[in-house]
């Protein structure tokens, strides 16, 4: 029982900490462009692919390959990603900034069908699935007879260090203050001399090279990778951000451990709850969107008369 | 936004000639890009379609011309419609692919219609059309094939659950709005499809097969429709019923749009704390969009089901929720026309698009986002109502 | 006699805030009572408290011999209270006809059902609703009633006004509450809105008219009984010469020392 | 330093300014005054280009503003005080400071001096520095949104209705303030509806009716002229 429970709890942590860095993504734009970024999850499943690719490029080119150059190509690929988000904001995204809320999401859905269709036709045979390697391999320690790989703490550190770099870069550096300031008041923020194009940038950059954190982990956790991954991906990073409450940082967090740990949870204690689990993460969206439409951490919406 | 000006009133002569040529030039644009095969034909075709669509963006004073026949003789126009939706079919011929785009084309004009009342007419986003639509296929099939049900008799049973599933998702609306909205139909969307997905009394991810064929009168769906010597393709049987649905579809949307309750819709689109100082129970006409567009919806997904008669989660997934979506946003919201015209295009785009084989969705995705960047308004923007200004 | 509308020891509280402090007054059937007061000093919140936006967090509202203290908006609307807003709210998307029948929600009543299956009877409601709004249009104004066929956005400011006012009449009122209809106006439109006010008082002389405004020459124009708010308290209420030269209300509006200067 | 040549704008349909003028010369003190509705926080975004004008001319520090972006001002010199303080409220007290700061001095070195110059000057900040400026108190925010426009040391201050909503006695210490900071030599254009408090201190004013100017003359002037008292009452 007791190793059962510390199994769950190992793979809770290793799931939620990736949800977690997803959700992340979708506040950080949210709260600067109100806009929401919905094939954020298919930007940051390139990644893998992208890590793949380099990889091989490293091989071929200079012919190393290896852990330490697996981890120079996932290195690439994070800022890859980074750059793509920032594109990707200049291009599309930036421009539904003032649209209805619906006009952006449709455009970003469809953002995300492109996003796919490209990593289809441009990787070798990119319908397929593709073998991705485990980032870390082998045991670290053993729990209550449970044994904990070096992944799961590798995950879990990797976390911790991301969040903390990201809540010292809002809280301690001029740009990060800036793109708080801004997500609060975007008029007031002109005119403290805030530039938009500026903040916007630097959200989408760290906000996707997050995400490709988070997608890297996610297929190395899966160990493969698929094309189409980042539609799950962004639907269960969204609904973690959007229980958190859109545009909180520590609701994201928050929302990606509620809901790898009700994906846990299902499959643990339901018969045939693995292939429940999406029911239930859903359930639960719902009910906390009916209860507390702003999010757990949110701020509630005044509308004003 | 077109500002009304009634100055100068085409002659009755002349408003038959410009209505009966409009349609008729429209279905042989219809006719030749479902029979266009090839690339290059597509996208000719394709150029014509957006010449015109320019043309009129330059020159305004062509559609309100056409707008003005249209209303002048409206007997004339509504015969014409008749008859080439009559007599579409045997101008096909026994292509059967081309009858099989008809009817999904058809379907899908229903579903963008039903989504209209509430994206189009009161602004509320809803990602589980695509739910309704299964709720009504799955519901309809399951009486048929564990009860024996007649289609004739699924039909009414499947509108009444969606119906009340469509209250039910309709609920939260009451105290969310805006992305939380579209994130709780999202959620309902995809619990409904993983419980179809997972249940084994829907037949899991296999679906639901053998769905039996509808008759009328004796006349089995199943088997080829003979007209006055004239032998049509089985399809041509769900072609006619599909396009009964959409007439009765314009209908229901063309009485709720000049009813009080059209207006209450795109008052509370227009701005809800004003709608409210207006008397309208805001909470209300929200939840009840929901319910219209659930209730059509699954008429839509019963003549789906017993057409193909095989039916299973993946016909109904969040992707279709988000094409109905788009069809409705390239049509134009709130517009009756320009969201069936937005149906078919998107239907038969993608098919037609074959012709580049795999990048089809690819072009389909970059064709939203530069239709939602370059005309935000939809091909057909909504109109001001009119009021019989004859008077 | 009962008054039409008793508002009692009314009080709004937001976190710290008390946007109003136990504020009371009445009016009576015919009656125009205007509202004035500094920027900021709770008069808007005062009419959220009267149509139901806002439930008082304490006090009581009565309307027409029935408590209505935390109604829903509509149901205030269906009983006799039409408005209209400091930022004027027109749906402007939709005709100036459109506008005046959306107007008239609570005095028709087709539902769904109704419309799907009796066409006939829902095409005469609307049939009825279109001229009883071109009739209100007309009286309104003759240019605004010219204009009826287009979008109420693209109408100029003193038209916006009209149809606002219009828009509330839509829904047969007993009690009028105008929020700031001068505000954007300049002194000839001002004029015109204090004679629409007049010709509305001839026509409905039932019709009671509550007026927040901000421009004495309006509140001048109807003089007999006004209240003056600030810091969300009922401060001076009578007839404008006494509200006006009463200190306080001086002191609110322009300072101690220019008080005594 | 400041100046609107016959300038209209409008929300949307809605007309706001009608062919407005006003000038404000280095080292004056003006008062921009009139009555809810007259335009005064249009004028305050026409001169920081958040609305755009549609005829006429706003010109700031020389620069014409119909070319120069919102984003543009602060380093030319110009501290802003919007209407309701919209101090950023999750950020600290000093953070909001701190964007003053930089906004006008570009990330300069004497952030810390000009820290406590602000908290001498306003003495109810200095034990709220780390505080969220969201749960400070109404009196409290209009002095942090003062000093944030401040810090840089501004050649011109812009400040719309800085006393709605204060009590009396922060009233006269807010004004006192703002007249301490024009006697040291800062140019201020204040825009307010308090007609006492805010012709006592100015050098010049303006009445603003309906979006154009009926009135302006020295402060002392239009103060005893009455025009002002006939404004409101």
């Given at each position: 029982m007791a190793e059962l429970f510390v199994q769950q709890l190992v793979n809770w942590v290793t799931l939620g900490c990736i949800y977690a860095l997803l959700a992340i993504g979708f506040s950080l734009i949210f709260g600067v462009l109100n806009v929401i970024h919905f094939s954020h999850?298919?930007?940051?499943?390139?990644?893998?692919?992208?890590?793949?690719?380099?990889?091989?490029?490293?091989?071929?080119?200079?012919?190393?390959?290896?852990?330490?150059?697996?981890?120079?190509?996932?290195?690439?690929?994070?800022?890859?990603?980074?750059?793509?988000?920032?594109?990707?904001?200049?291009?599309?995204?930036?421009?539904?900034?003032?649209?209805?809320?619906?006009?952006?999401?449709?455009?970003?859905?469809?953002?995300?069908?492109?996003?796919?269709?490209?990593?289809?036709?441009?990787?070798?045979?990119?319908?397929?699935?593709?073998?991705?390697?485990?980032?870390?391999?082998?045991?670290?320690?053993?729990?209550?007879?449970?044994?904990?790989?070096?992944?799961?703490?590798?995950?879990?550190?990797?976390?911790?260090?991301?969040?903390?770099?990201?809540?010292?870069?809002?809280?301690?550096?001029?740009?990060?203050?800036?793109?708080?300031?801004?997500?609060?008041?975007?008029?007031?923020?002109?005119?403290?001399?805030?530039?938009?194009?500026?903040?916007?940038?630097?959200?989408?950059?760290?906000?996707?090279?997050?995400?490709?954190?988070?997608g890297l982990l996610f297929a190395s956790y899966a160990g493969v990778?698929?094309?189409?991954?980042?539609?799950?991906?962004?639907?269960?990073?969204?609904?973690?951000?959007?229980?958190?409450?859109?545009?909180?940082?520590?609701?994201?967090?928050?929302?990606?451990?509620?809901?790898?740990?009700?994906?846990?949870?299902?499959?643990?204690?339901?018969?045939?709850?693995?292939?429940?689990?999406?029911?239930?993460?859903?359930?639960?969206?719902?009910?906390?969107?009916?209860?507390r439409p702003e999010g757990l951490l949110g701020r509630p919406v005044m509308v004003k008369v | 936004m077109s500002t009304h000006t009634s100055a100068e009133l085409p002659g009755l002569g002349q408003a038959a000639f410009v209505a009966v040529s409009i349609q008729l030039l429209s279905a042989a644009f219809l006719y030749l890009i479902l029979k266009a095969e090839g690339g290059w034909q597509v996208i000719g075709l394709l150029a014509l379609l957006g010449a015109g669509f320019y043309l009129i963006e330059k020159r305004p004073q062509i559609a309100d011309v056409v707008t003005a026949s249209f209303s002048r003789v409206p007997v004339v126009a509504l015969i014409t419609a008749v008859a080439v939706v009559l007599l579409f079919p045997f101008a096909v011929g026994n292509n059967t692919y081309v009858l099989h785009l008809l009817i999904v084309a058809q379907?899908?004009?229903?579903?963008?219609?039903?989504?209209?009342?509430?994206?189009?007419?009161?602004?509320?986003?809803?990602?589980?059309?695509?739910?309704?639509?299964?709720?009504?296929?799955?519901?309809?099939?399951?009486?048929?094939?564990?009860?024996?049900?007649?289609?004739?008799?699924?039909?009414?049973?499947?509108?009444?659950?969606?119906?009340?599933?469509?209250?039910?998702i309709g609920i939260p609306s009451m105290r969310t709005r805006d992305t939380y909205l579209a994130l709780v139909t999202i959620a309902f969307g995809v619990v409904v499809q993983q419980l179809l997905n997972n249940f084994t009394w829907t037949g899991g991810p296999n679906g639901l097969v053998g769905i039996p064929a509808p008759s009328l009168f004796g006349h089995s769906f199943a088997s080829p429709l003979v007209v006055?010597?004239?032998?049509?393709?089985?399809?041509a049987n769900f072609y006619y019923l599909s396009a009964l649905l959409v007439v009765v579809a314009i209908i229901t949307a063309h009485r709720l749009h000049s009813s009080r309750i059209g207006l209450a819709w795109n008052a509370l689109r227009a701005d809800e704390i004003a709608a409210r100082a207006q008397g309208i129970n805001v909470a209300w006409f929200k939840v009840l969009a929901f319910a219209v567009d659930a209730f059509l919806a699954a008429f839509a997904g019963t003549i789906y089901a017993f057409y193909v008669s095989y039916i299973s989660p993946d016909n109904f997934t969040f992707l279709v929720s988000?094409?109905?979506?788009?069809?409705?946003?390239?049509?134009?919201?709130?517009?009756?026309?320009?969201?069936?015209?937005?149906?078919?295009?998107?239907?038969?785009?993608?098919?037609?698009?074959?012709?580049?084989?795999?990048?089809?969705?690819?072009?389909?995705?970059?064709?939203?986002?530069?239709?939602?960047?370059?005309?935000?308004?939809?091909?057909f923007p909504q109109r001001i109502r009119s009021y019989g200004e004859s008077r | 006699?009962?008054?039409?509308?008793?508002?009692?020891?009314?009080?709004?509280?937001?976190?710290?805030?008390?946007?109003?402090?136990?504020?009371?007054?009445?009016?009576?059937?015919?009656?125009?009572?205007?509202?004035?007061?500094?920027?900021?000093?709770?008069?808007?919140?005062?009419?959220?408290?009267?149509?139901?936006?806002?439930?008082?967090?304490?006090?009581?509202?009565?309307?027409?011999?029935?408590?209505?203290?935390?109604?829903?908006?509509?149901?205030?609307?269906?009983?006799?209270?039409?408005?209209?807003?400091?930022?004027?709210?027109?749906?402007?998307?939709?005709?100036?006809?459109?506008?005046?029948?959306?107007?008239?929600?609570?005095?028709?009543?087709?539902?769904?059902?109704?419309?799907?299956?009796?066409?006939?009877?829902?095409?005469?409601?609307m049939a009825a609703c279109v001229e009883k709004a071109e009739l209100l249009l007309k009286a309104s104004s003759g240019e605004l009633f010219e204009q009826r066929h287009r979008p109420a956005g693209t109408l100029a400011q003193a038209d916006?006004?009209?149809?606002?006012?219009?828009?509330?009449?839509?829904?047969?009122?007993?009690?009028l509450l105008l929020d700031e209809p001068s505000v954007g106006m300049d002194e000839v439109e001002t004029d015109a809105l204090i004679a629409d006010i007049r010709r509305l008082r001839t026509e409905r002389p039932e019709l009671s008219v509550i007026l927040i405004e901000h421009d004495m020459r309006v509140v001048e124009a109807f003089p007999d009984h006004v209240m003056c708010v600030d810091y969300g308290s009922k401060i001076a209420e009578g007839d404008f010469a006494t509200v006006k030269s009463d200190p306080r209300v001086q002191e609110a509006y322009l300072g101690k020392a220019a008080v005594h200067a | 330093m400041l100046e609107l040549r016959e300038v209209d704008t409008a929300y949307g349909p809605v007309p706001m300014l009608r062919g407005l003028s006003i000038k404000v010369q280095p080292g004056e003190l003006v008062c921009l005054l009139g009555p809810n509705g007259a335009g005064k926080t249009t004028t305050f975004m026409t001169v920081c280009g958040v609305v755009r004008a549609l005829r006429g001319k706003v010109d700031v520090m020389g620069r014409d503003m119909a070319s120069l972006g919102t984003e543009n001002l602060a380093a030319l010199g110009v501290g802003l005080v919007p209407e309701g303080r919209r101090l950023f409220p999750s950020l600290t007290v000093q953070e909001n400071l701190r964007?003053?700061?930089?906004?006008?001095?570009?990330?300069?070195?004497?952030?810390?001096?000009?820290?406590?110059?602000?908290?001498?000057?306003?003495?109810?900040?200095?034990?709220?520095?780390?505080?969220?400026?969201?749960?400070?108190?109404?009196?409290?925010?209009?002095?942090?949104?003062?000093?944030?426009?401040?810090?840089?040391?501004?050649?011109?201050?812009?400040?719309?209705?800085?006393?709605?909503?204060?009590?009396?006695?922060?009233?006269?210490?807010?004004?006192?303030?703002?007249?301490?900071?024009?006697?040291?030599?800062?140019?201020?254009?204040?825009i307010e509806q308090n007609a006492e408090m805010g012709l006592g201190i100015a050098d010049r004013g303006y009445v603003l009716v309906k979006g154009r100017v009926a009135q302006e003359g020295p402060a002392r002037e239009l103060l005893s002229s009455k025009a002002a008292k006939s404004l409101y009452l």
């Open positions: 999850g298919d930007v940051a499943m390139t990644s893998p692919f992208i890590a793949l690719a380099a990889a091989q490029a490293l091989a071929i080119a200079i012919g190393v390959s290896g852990p330490v150059w697996l981890t120079v190509a996932t290195c690439i690929a994070v800022f890859a990603v980074g750059l793509i988000g920032v594109i990707l904001d200049k291009v599309v995204i930036r421009r539904f900034r003032d649209a209805p809320a619906m006009m952006a999401l449709v455009a970003t859905v469809a953002l995300g069908i492109v996003i796919r269709e490209l990593i289809r036709h441009l990787y070798p045979q990119g319908s397929n699935p593709h073998a991705f390697p485990r980032l870390a391999s082998g045991v670290a320690l053993e729990i209550a007879g449970v044994q904990v790989g070096w992944f799961t703490l590798l995950v879990v550190s990797l976390t911790l260090v991301l969040v903390v770099l990201l809540f010292a870069f809002l809280r301690l550096t001029p740009l990060g203050l800036r793109i708080r300031a801004a997500s609060e008041d975007r008029i007031v923020a002109r005119m403290m001399g805030i530039r938009d194009t500026r903040v916007f940038r630097a959200t989408f950059f760290v906000a996707s090279a997050i995400g490709a954190i988070a990778t698929r094309f189409d991954f980042g539609v799950m991906a962004g639907l269960l990073g969204f609904s973690a951000a959007v229980i958190g409450g859109l545009g909180s940082m520590p609701g994201a967090i928050l929302g990606g451990l509620i809901i790898a740990g009700i994906e846990v949870l299902a499959q643990t204690f339901v018969p045939d709850g693995a292939s429940y689990r999406l029911v239930f993460v859903f359930l639960l969206v719902i009910g906390v969107l009916l209860f | 379907l899908y004009a229903v579903l963008a219609l039903a989504l209209n009342f509430q994206l189009g007419s009161a602004n509320i986003p809803n990602f589980a059309t695509g739910a309704s639509y299964g709720i009504g296929a799955y519901v309809s099939a399951l009486l048929a094939i564990n009860f024996g049900l007649s289609f004739w008799l699924t039909l009414p049973a499947a509108a009444i659950a969606a119906t009340l599933f469509g209250f039910l006055f010597g004239w032998k049509l393709p089985s399809q988000v094409t109905i979506m788009t069809m409705v946003i390239v049509g134009g919201m709130d517009n009756i026309f320009g969201v069936i015209v937005g149906a078919f295009l998107l239907t038969i785009l993608p098919e037609k698009l074959r012709a580049f084989s795999d990048y089809r969705l690819l072009f389909f995705g970059i064709v939203i986002i530069a239709f939602l960047m370059i005309r935000p308004q939809g091909l | 006699m009962s008054q039409l509308l008793e508002v009692n020891e009314a009080t709004m509280r937001f976190g710290g805030l008390v946007a109003l402090n136990a504020v009371s007054f009445s009016i009576g059937r015919g009656e125009v009572l205007a509202v004035i007061g500094p920027n900021g000093a709770g008069k808007s919140t005062l009419f959220n408290v009267v149509t139901g936006v806002y439930r008082p967090t304490s006090g009581h509202v009565r309307f027409d011999g029935i408590e209505i203290t935390g109604h829903p908006s509509h149901q205030v609307v269906a009983r006799g209270v039409g408005r209209t807003f400091q930022t004027s709210r027109l749906f402007s998307d939709l005709s100036v006809l459109d506008n005046v029948i959306i107007g008239m929600h609570t005095r028709t009543k087709t539902g769904v059902l109704g419309a799907l299956f009796l066409p006939g009877a829902s095409r005469r409601e916006r006004r009209r149809l606002e006012i219009a828009r509330a009449l839509a829904s047969e009122p007993k009690l | 964007l003053g700061y930089d906004a006008v001095s570009g990330r300069g070195p004497d952030f810390q001096p000009q820290l406590d110059k602000m908290c001498d000057l306003f003495p109810r900040i200095r034990e709220r520095l780390r505080q969220a400026a969201g749960t400070l108190s109404g009196g409290e925010q209009a002095m942090v949104a003062l000093a944030r426009a401040l810090i840089g040391e501004p050649k011109l201050v812009i400040m719309d209705e800085p006393s709605l909503g204060l009590s009396p006695k922060l009233i006269d210490e807010y004004f006192e303030i703002t007249s301490e900071v024009h006697r040291r030599g800062t140019t201020i254009l204040l």
